[in-house]
């Protein structure tokens, strides 16, 4: 698939969105403590960023997946976005059926 230039458009205006932010989240990061990390870390270790309830493990075919016992959302760790991507339909529907159950 070749993305038109409009696309091409919105791919770089939300990149450059994204660098920005995460720059600013860069230094935020910078600034904290490694105590307060660590606090942070134990406060919100495989919860849901949305809802903040607990997150269940879903293994399925290789691909790694959290999802929230309450709100439903399906969190990725780094890497698995990739990993998902590169899996063929047969899987990702088969992912799909579980998560909709
Ligand atoms: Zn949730």
């Known amino acids: 698939m070749t993305g038109s230039p409009s696309e091409k458009e919105d791919e770089y205006f939300i990149r450059m969105d994204f660098e920005k932010k995460k ?17 942070l870390k ?11 309830m607990e997150l269940i493990e ?16 399906i969190w990725l760790d780094a890497g698995e976005f990739e990993t ?3 899996t063929d ?3 990702l529907s088969g992912l799909f059926r579980m998560f909709t159950k």
């Open 89 to 91: 339909k047969s899987t």
């Open 58 to 73: 879903i293994y399925y075919k290789g691909v790694h997946t959290d999802k929230c016992s309450e709100c439903g959302g």
């Open 23 to 39: 720059k600013l989240e860069e230094e935020k990061h910078r600034k904290l403590g490694k105590e307060e990390k660590k606090k």
């Open 84 to 86: 998902l991507s590169k």
């Open 42 to 52: 134990g406060l919100h270790f495989m919860r849901c960023p949305k809802c903040g």
